[in-house]
């Protein structure tokens, strides 16, 4: 629609989605896909930044897109598609490289953690990552970029980029802007509260998944890390076990903080973590059986991404073609 803001967002098809996608991405979409126009893809030219098994980031790729749709992301509401399909993606961060600088792609935090992790295979997808992902976020002159925290430095390079090309030339991106939750923006491991809840976790009972069942769910939230006194009070500084326990139950029972604070007043932490688990079970349930459903019907998957890709190409293709056209192409 004319004069709506534009909103982009992606995750990757690496490893299993977690709740902390869930909350700090996905679930946020679905209430912004009807105010905004809204490109959401599925970042599989970032997966094989790590070495993926094909036939498993093929089946990956689908599943999250079928995710996507059973969370309620809604192909009529805006366009969802993938990264591999619109190649002008892998064209504008082509441009774009010529205007990084190598020394601030290797102050990336997350390209020295996962330089760490995968030392036999440093890249240099990997350390392009950034400027892909700007590739993906200027092509549509987006407004907002809805994310978690963990994504905030690539955020600021993308318009840093977008700001070092319009100063070189004229005006040709919108300068982005990241868009945090309230609550949310940073879910921690169950079992390590002060390390970020992530997909590729070393500790299987830190992360929720997307697929756990709830014997599954209940079972990691029983054995979530608190602190010693009994308090359940909201204070990450303090008590970031706690903390996360009642951001988690805030953003899966659809309370606020207080409120959610005020439905443990006086009660203990077992009683505390048992809630919190069955709430994110009880909303997963529907999600999970509408997820299988979708991806039994791989006509349907295939037929919102070739659509998809048809809308995201048409208007990223605009905004090649005036850089193309400025860098004297
Ligand atoms: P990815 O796949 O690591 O994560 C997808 C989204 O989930 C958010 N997230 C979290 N939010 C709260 N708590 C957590 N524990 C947590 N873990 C992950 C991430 O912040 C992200 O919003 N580089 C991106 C994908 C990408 C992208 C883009 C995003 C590619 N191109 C353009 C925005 C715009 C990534 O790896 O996300």
Not at 88 to 115: I, P
Not at 148 to 154: E, P
Not at 178 to 194: E, F, Q, S
Request: net charge neutral.
């Amino acid at each position: 629609m004319e004069g709506r803001k534009i909103l982009y967002s992606a995750v990757q098809p690496t490893n299993n989605l977690t709740i902390g996608n869930y909350v700090g991405a996905i679930k946020n979409w679905v209430n912004l896909q009807n105010d905004y126009d809204c490109y959401f893809s599925i970042a599989n030219m970032h997966a094989i930044t790590v070495r993926q098994v094909p036939a498993e980031l093929r089946q990956r790729t689908l599943s999250v897109l079928a995710l996507y749709l059973a969370c309620g992301v809604d192909p009529e509401k805006c366009v969802l598609y993938l990264q591999s399909h619109v190649s002008a993606h892998a064209e504008l961060c082509w441009v774009l490289n010529t205007f990084t600088y190598v020394g601030e792609m290797e102050r990336m935090t997350q390209f020295k953690d996962k330089s760490a992790r995968h030392a036999e295979n440093i890249n240099m997808g990997l350390m392009d990552y950034p400027v892909l992902m700007a590739a993906d976020i200027l092509l549509f002159q987006t407004d907002l970029v809805p994310v978690g925290i963990d994504q905030r430095q690539h955020v600021e390079i993308a318009r840093d980029i977008a700001q070092r090309f319009n100063n070189a030339y004229s005006p040709t991106f919108k300068v982005p802007e990241a868009l945090y939750n309230k609550v949310g923006a940073k879910i921690n491991d169950l079992a390590d509260p002060a390390k970020k809840m992530s997909k590729s976790g070393e500790n299987p009972n830190g992360a929720v998944f997307m697929s756990d069942d709830r014997d599954t769910v209940i079972r990691k939230f029983k054995r979530a890390v608190t602190d010693s006194d009994a308090e359940i009070i909201y204070d990450p500084e303090r008590k970031p076990g706690v903390s996360n326990l009642l951001s988690i139950y805030s953003a899966f029972g659809g309370k606020s903080i207080e409120a959610a604070q005020a439905d443990f007043a006086g009660k203990g932490y077992g009683e505390f973590k048992l809630a919190v688990g069955e709430a994110v079970a009880d909303k997963l349930a529907p999600v999970q059986a509408e997820w299988k459903r979708l991806l039994a019907d791989k006509a349907y998957l295939d037929g919102v991404l070739k659509a998809g890709a048809e809308n995201a190409a048409r208007a990223a293709n605009r905004t090649l073609a005036k850089v193309y056209k400025k860098i004297g192409f």
